[in-house]
């Protein structure tokens, strides 16, 4: 879960590369370098601690080459340390490289390397492949032009697990080799040159022109030329797609945070996902999937999978299919069911979603699926990236960039497009009454609007984070779809802010999590379906007696003194309920953080897109 970043072309490169590890810090950011070669000579150079540290490197603003690399980190081998960050060279500094990913046989392959005289000045499962580059091409005789390439695919080749790769070499100062699998990695064609990075929007000031490559596949470049090699080394001609993203996009535009910022885009991100999908009077738009009304009602079983947040979407996407399909759902965590023996046959339907579409877990469950013959769809924000091209069938979110680490808009978009696509379903397998399908159109069409309403209770959420800032523990409880949404408010809570929070369905409370509930401590309650609010206010009269302080999000006319404070939301179809309600949530985790002086961005810990498992 790193980011890497290269340059090639006409400009000098440092710079550039560390405005696209700026860029790309919501991917790690324990330790970061570059490498760039300078009058034939590789100098890299690296140090602990955010991106911003590199520009107090001593000699860092006199590298004036063309053809860099670059790479911020998140720990997995090796503690962070100026040692163990990258770019990672080889012992005859002939080679360097910076990867992201894991390489599970790192052991072996150090030991490989040791019993044939290399040294290693790090802990990381990374400094094995630059040396084996190395070790290939020393093997090589030969005077083949193709030398380097071959080297870099011998030494891929040996390596077990998750990698994107960039390589240089003082032997070829003018060219740049880079590989993947089963770990991002796009290349944007420039007016000045080639640039390379693990995410799309580092790379929107420069293009919007892009090269998605597949796994096992090379791209090797120089100044003004790119070549495409498949895994045999065969070249091969690729096709550049057009990424409509605007470079503002990944900026901040006036907040102060990119996840305030991503927060308040949510109206417009939601009219996006809804796009021409969905009119009044007219039957969904899902013409790019090739989905029969015999396919669908053959299916007996339908999987949702995903992880954290995107998982929280399926839960609600359950609720929509289940009601306006009558196809049973289940919805699974994927690092669980990839292990699990799922059972699948022809008649499954797996629903894979992940905002980056480069979950680890996530894309190797897919993979899993369809090797036991069930058809894959895939959720994704990400245009061309791995989960899509893995998939039978694909559908876009269009929230466009997401970079804070707490998704806020991608989940909610997520949940809406799981929406569309149920009524899509209904409306070809007959599953539901056609009132109830246009009504529900006309509710997920209201949808930005009424968001910006659960914005303006921006204000009170403040307030109340200023009276719970300090707490060491917080609950959220909820029934039915407001469960759904407690998981995910609780989430967003303590990732960013650190504070110790659990979610439960209401219910639940006397069975065990109760005893938990004691003097000043805060449960926050959602309480959106009017069938069981009742039943959810005596679940928080339990908690208020215990002395709880009380933080209720709810869309009902609910008058009671006792409560701390009511976040009032508009009403909507109870399946579209959590789309409005989770916004006080995010705007609650938000402020609370802000009040604890922590970066909401960059929570501790975590990396925006988790490319390993």
């Known amino acids: 879960m790193c980011g890497i970043v290269g340059y090639i072309g006409k400009k000098t490169a440092c710079p550039i590369l560390i405005n696209g590890l700026t860029a790309l810090e919501y991917r790690g950011y324990d330790s970061a370098g570059i490498a760039s070669i300078e009058n034939k000579k590789i100098c890299v150079m690296k140090d602990k601690g955010r991106v911003s540290n590199l520009n107090n490197i001593e000699g860092i603003d006199n590298l004036r080459g063309t053809i860099g690399i670059a790479h911020t980190r998140w720990a997995t081998h090796g503690k962070p340390s100026k040692e163990n960050s990258h770019p990672h060279m080889d012992n005859s500094e002939t080679f360097a490289v910076v990867h992201n990913g894991i390489i599970e046989n790192y052991t072996e392959l150090r030991k490989f390397l040791s019993d044939n005289g290399y040294k290693f000045l790090s802990q990381t499962d990374t400094e094995v492949i630059p040396n084996l580059i190395h070790y290939y091409f020393t093997k090589d005789t030969s005077s083949d032009e193709n030398k380097f390439l071959k080297s870099v695919k011998q030494a891929t080749t040996d390596l077990k697990g998750s990698f994107a790769i960039e390589v240089l070499s003082n032997l070829y100062p003018d060219k740049m080799i880079t590989v993947r699998k089963d770990s991002p990695l796009v290349i944007g064609k420039g007016s000045t040159g ?50 409509e993203w605007a470079a503002s996009a990944a900026e901040k535009n006036g907040y102060e945070d990119y996840m305030l910022k991503e927060i308040f885009e949510q109206p417009t991100a939601i009219r996006e996902t809804i796009g021409s999908r969905l009119k009044l009077g007219e039957k969904c738009d899902f013409s790019d999937l090739d989905i029969s009304k015999e396919y669908l009602s053959s299916i007996n079983k339908i999987f949702i999978v995903a992880c954290g947040t995107a998982m929280h979407a399926g839960l609600t996407g359950k609720k929509f299919l289940e009601n306006l399909c009558n196809i049973p759902v289940e919805v699974d965590i994927a690092s669980e069911f990839r292990y699990r023996n799922p059972i699948i046959n022809e008649k499954t339907l797996c629903i894979f979603i992940s905002q980056s579409g480069e979950t680890a877990d996530t894309i190797a469950a897919l993979k899993l699926s369809k090797s036991k013959g069930a058809k894959t769809l895939a959720v994704s924000n990400v245009i061309g990236s791995s989960i899509t091209r893995e998939a039978d069938y694909t559908i876009y979110t269009h929230a466009g960039p997401e970079i804070a680490v707490a998704s806020t808009k991608a989940y909610t978009s997520q949940i809406v497009l799981l929406g569309i696509l149920s009524v899509y379903f209904a409306e070809i397998l007959e599953s539901s009454d056609s009132k109830v399908l246009e009504n529900l159109k006309k509710d997920i069409l209201e949808l930005p609007k009424k968001i910006e309403a659960s914005l303006n209770t921006k204000n009170e959420v403040k307030n109340f984070a200023q009276k719970v800032f300090d707490e060491k523990d917080v609950f959220f409880i909820g029934r039915g779809s407001d469960y759904n949404v407690a998981l995910e408010g609780s989430l967003k809570l303590k990732e960013i802010s650190y504070i110790h929070s659990e979610a439960y369905a209401s219910g639940e409370l006397k069975h065990g999590p109760i005893a938990l509930i004691e003097n000043g401590i805060t449960v926050i309650s959602i309480l959106t379906d009017e069938t069981l609010v009742e039943k959810s206010i005596s679940n928080i009269q339990e908690v208020i007696t215990r002395g709880a302080k009380t933080f209720i999000v709810t869309n009902q006319n609910i008058l009671n003194s006792n409560f701390d404070a009511i976040v009032k939301i508009e009403e909507t179809n109870p399946l579209l309920s959590p789309i409005l309600s989770v916004i006080p949530l995010q705007l609650l985790a938000y402020y609370i953080t802000k009040e604890k002086g922590l970066d909401v961005d960059k929570p501790r810990n975590l990396a925006k897109s988790v490319t390993v498992e």
């Open 194 to 243: 080639y640039h390379i990075a693990s995410d799309i929007p580092a790379l929107l000031e420069y293009t919007r022109d892009f090269y998605l490559l597949d796994d096992y596949e090379f791209a090797v470049m120089e100044n003004d030329s790119i070549k495409f090699y498949n895994s045999d080394l065969i070249e091969h001609n690729k096709e550049i797609k057009n990424i």
